[in-house]
């Protein structure tokens, strides 16, 4: 079809505005909603080409029908053009389908996101032949007949050389077609996030909201490179339980909190289903950092240190500033830590504008 | 070899007697039409055409891809529905989609008569190329070798460009000899550093001592006014004002010779596509009015009739705040009929103001039908509207103005008023509801400056846009480009070379 060409020469203006945009659509969580099937939806403001054109100072214009002076116009329904149309104004934002994957390599692009480096097991990686598109040139064994065959067809029934009651086909050099092909480097490893958060009181709608948004392009980013994305969610107060994604967005809890509660599960949780000689264990962190008490703490320590850090590939933690919380879990993890630990992510996310800056420090290291 | 039939666009029998039938009732009745070729696609290729604006021909551009994705997606979502495209072409080539139903098909066939004799007899038609199909694979061939030879992405923004300044052309244009050659000037012409020694014109006379009566030193003067006057307007460049932008671009831009011919393209497609735009209203109204005399009075089956009037509701319903053109133009068309069968015309109904009298005026003229054939031929939107609608169709039609409530941003009626609404009906349509600007002057400052005029006729320019559309003129001219226009009152010159818009005091046209 010619029209491919042009729909994709749109496509690429459009993976451009969608770059240009990024940073309005990380923040302001309009893309989640409007997530279907592998596809998203994006709005975005209508590609125009400049032209002299009057300004709207005010909108006015005639029509046709019914009510008196100072009633509302009632909206009509589109009509039935012919294709003519297009001249109008009115319609000043498009929405484009993008798969979620090609988001995520937008997403990649645009925040300079190493590939993820596989844990250790490279012989798992397969190359993949990805067949895709139709070369002049190629070898034989490649050829595509049916192409071929149309080609050789077209030319002779344009040359006159086609006979119906004798369709014999022969096709010649320029009329062939091979199938052209790209050799990809598919990680088949599987890999699984476990996500927690801290859901005390002082973790308002404003504080989910942006874990809520972090966690949707930290699961696209890592779909975009794992074949299979397992992915837990957690929540804690004091106690730790293990909920489905719609509750770990939307339970309000109070009280206090013991981070190591959720430590706990999350070991149990590995230990059950994720050897980790087979996973790639991501684990994420959020809280506003305001843990019970110190021993608690030491015991978070403990527990990282002794497993969750050796089996995972990344173990980042996220301090969603929140006007109550004291903020100190960082400040612990980053004295037992340091700033520069090969597993660790610390990283604070003062409001919405952050997030992408926290998806960069999570997804930066290529783990 | 029996082809699937899905795979064909060829017309199914049955489709292909009521397209012979269709055609000789539109013959007797008096439509006069190129050869009409019919062709049946699914939606997709539907969508397809009416993105590439009826040529599948055509050249590549992404423009085209955005069109399709929006017109199919919004097929998809059952949004709207394109029936029919017809081109302007000789033969005009038509295009039914399949999925339609029988009687759809048959008010689709018939309305194409309609537009097929507009196009062959309107007199905006006059000068379009009846060949555009081939006209436009031409183009299209034309723009791939360039993407070839330059590059895709080089062709692809230059068409942008061209495409920014499409609506820069001189509408009148093709009906008007305008007499601009330029003209074989020695650079050297004394006369014009010092023209009051250019020799003045006078009239005979044969004896001497006439000569002060005949010539007398006021008519002298005169003229001589008038010969130094000639003299400056040739100074000038151009010698007056250039609608044709593009033209005036192609004549004089210093451009590359692909860069000139995609331009060309452009610019010609652009008054191929302008008496289509010129002729909405009424091409539509015609098309409308002959679908429905034809299917009505000759074609439809009992049965058919209800699924007919369900369509047709369809087509002509009211929409608010946009006017449906197929409902206005069928609805004046109608009217004219009307006034002329009744005989109510002339000076002696112009000048009755009996209201009652004027309705129930009937002289039995029957002159309608001649008359709307008469209209198709001469008139366009314009014309159309400013002869023909009258106080009584405004308020048959129940017209209305309506501006957008600053606060609520809803649009309110504003009122019925026969005057107004016909105004603003006008504005709206004068050059298509575009600015009018023109080339003033391509030596501005002396310094081979690109000037254009905006005649500003109380709205102002989306400045933002002009800046932009300014840009790109300035790629094509090279030099500075400016545009003199109002802004808020006042006189204001936009001015671009190359690095930063300026916003400069303007210059007071005479």
Known sequence: ?367 | MVMDPRLTSDLTPELKDIVMEIESHAKNLGLDFFPTIFEMVDYQQMSEIAAYGGFPTRYPHWRFGMEYERIAKSYEYGLSLIYEMVINNDPCYAYLLRSNSLVDQKTVIAHVYGHCDFFKNNYCFSHTNRKTLDEMANHGSRVRRYIEEIGHDEVESFIDICLSLENLIDQHGPHIRREYKPKDKDNYDESLISPDKLPVPKLPSLRGYMEGYINPESYLKEQQAKVILEKEKEKKFPESPVRDVLKFLLDYAPLSSWQRDVLAIVREEAYYFAPQGQTKIMNEGWAVYWHSKILTQLVLKDSEVIDYCDHYAGVVQMSGQRLNPYKLGVELMRHIEKRWDRGQYGLEYTLCDDPLVRKNWNKSANKGMEKIFEVRKFHNDITFIDEFLDEDFCEEAKLFTWVQDRRSGQAIIHDRDFKTIKRELLDTMTNFGHPLIDVIDGNFRNRGELLLRHRHQGKDLKIDWAVETLKNIQKVWNRPVNIATVIESENKIIHFDGSEPRIEKGIQFE
């Open chain 1, 1 to 367: 079809m010619k029209m491919e060409t042009d729909v994709n020469r749109f496509r690429k203006i459009v993976r451009g505005k969608i770059k240009d945009n990024l940073k309005r659509f990380i923040s302001s969580g309009e893309l989640i909603g409007r997530q279907g099937n592998k596809q998203v939806t994006i709005p975005l403001p209508r590609i125009d080409l400049p032209r002299f054109e009057f300004g709207n100072n005010q909108q006015r214009g005639v029509g046709q029908g019914e009510g008196e002076p100072g009633d509302a116009v009632s909206q009509g329904q589109p009509q039935p053009g012919d294709g003519e149309a297009g001249q109008k104004p009115g319609e000043h934002s498009m929405e484009v389908d993008v798969s979620l994957d090609e988001l995520a390599g937008i997403l990649g692009e645009e925040l300079g996101l190493p590939r993820i480096e596989d844990k250790g097991k490279k012989n798992i990686s397969q190359k993949k032949y990805k067949y895709q598109g139709v070369l002049r040139n190629g070898p034989e064994s490649l050829r595509n007949f049916k192409r071929t065959y149309k080609e050789a067809l077209k030319r002779q029934i344009s040359i006159g050389d086609y006979t119906p009651d004798r369709p014999i086909i022969i096709p010649i050099k320029e009329d062939k077609r091979y199938r052209s092909f790209r050799i990809e480097e598919k990680p088949e490893a599987s890999a699984v996030i476990i996500y927690m958060m801290d859901v005390s009181g002082s973790m308002g709608d404003e504080q989910k909201e942006i874990v809520r948004l972090t966690s949707f392009w930290l699961n696209a980013w890592l779909k975009h490179n794992y074949d299979n994305l397992d992915t837990r969610f957690i929540i804690h107060d004091a106690i730790a339980r293990e909920v489905d994604e719609h509750t770990f967005y939307h339970t309000k809890e109070s009280g206090g909190t013991l981070i190591s509660s959720a430590y706990k599960l999350c070991e149990k949780i590995i230990l059950e289903s994720y050897p980790s000689s087979e996973w790639n264990i991501y684990l994420f962190h959020f809280s506003d950092g305001d843990n019970w008490s110190g021993n608690d703490t030491n015991e978070c320590m403990t527990l990282l240190d002794n497993f969750l850090l050796p089996s995972s590939n990344l173990f980042s933690y996220g301090q969603v500033e929140s006007r109550y919380g004291s903020g100190q879990f960082l400040k612990d993890l980053e004295k037992h830590y340091g700033e520069q630990n090969e597993k660790v992510i610390i990283h604070q996310i003062k409001d919405r504008d952050g997030i992408m800056n926290a998806l960069r420090a999570f997804l930066g290291r290529g783990k």
